[in-house]
């Protein structure tokens, strides 16, 4: 099993950055793809960024260039950059954990973290 926390959620500008961390414990050493989504009340979550443990990335076209996902397998930790925020980013955002590469095609996640509030004023 893996254990996720999120941390680093608050209040932001538009156009400002946020930072975004997950610290994994438990079975990390089986975990082959972490990554960030995000959800609004009365919406599906959504990906907004995954990767590898070999550094491969998958981000939708709504956050191309202004997030970034980043893994550190030493330290059992993933971190979203978030820059350039815009109010439609505001959502609940999760961290997840798979031990199967293919989730960050898939979606299939095993673990997740309990969420992180990111709020973006215009």
């Known amino acids: 099993q893996v254990q996720l926390v999120e941390s680093g959620g608050g209040l932001a500008q538009a156009g400002g950055s946020l930072t975004l961390s997950c610290a994994a414990s438990?079975?990390?050493?089986?975990?082959?793809?972490m990554a960030w989504y995000r959800q609004v009340p009365g919406k599906q979550r959504e990906l907004v960024a995954a990767?590898?443990?070999?550094?491969?990335?998958n981000e939708p076209d709504s956050v191309k260039g202004r997030f970034t996902i980043t893994r550190n397998n030493a330290k059992n930790t993933v971190t979203l950059q978030m820059n350039s925020l815009k109010p439609e980013d505001t959502a609940v955002y999760y961290c997840?954990?798979?031990?199967?590469?293919?989730?960050?095609?898939?979606?299939?996640?095993?673990?997740w973290g309990q969420g992180t509030q990111v709020t973006v004023s215009s």
């Open positions: 438990g079975s990390y050493f089986a975990v082959n793809a």
């Open positions: 990767i590898t443990s070999g550094g491969t990335s």
């Open positions: 997840a954990a798979a031990f199967d590469y293919d989730a960050v095609w898939s979606g299939r996640y095993d673990a």
